[in-house]
Nanobody, 125 residues
């Protein structure tokens, strides 16, 4: 049973930084895609950034240059470093995983099988 647990959310002022963590358990952490998504209540879930087991990266346009996704295989953890946070970045952030099966995965939430419970990010002065 794959399990993902996010942490690192909180409240920051505009211009501040946060680092989110997603700990993965229950799979071999072999071939996979892990992505971060965010959702504002009442709106669609949107992709932020994705990393794969070969360190291939993909970013949403709004994230490129401000956010960095990375992983620590020994810790089975995927990180999302978020800098220069803006009020519009406030949302619930989720990590998600799909084991690689030959299907190319971008940032469409429907492509991911396993989800964490989310961590809240608030950006306010």
């Amino acid at each position: 049973q794959v399990r993902l647990v996010e942490s690192g959310g909180g409240s920051v002022q505009p211009g501040g930084s946060l680092r989110l963590s997603c700990v993965v358990s229950g799979n071999s952490f072999g071939e996979y895609y892990v992505a971060w998504f965010r959702q504002i209540r009442g709106e669609e879930r949107e992709g932020v950034a994705r990393i794969d087991s070969a360190n291939g990266l993909k970013y949403a346009d709004f994230a490129r240059g401000r956010f960095t996704i990375s992983q620590d295989n020994a810790e089975k953890t995927v990180y999302l470093q978020m800098n220069r946070l803006q009020v519009d970045d406030a949302a619930m952030y989720y990590c998600a995983l799909r084991e690689r099966d030959g299907y190319y995965v971008g940032l469409d939430p429907s492509d991911f099988n396993y989800w964490g419970q989310g961590t809240q990010v608030t950006v306010a002065s």
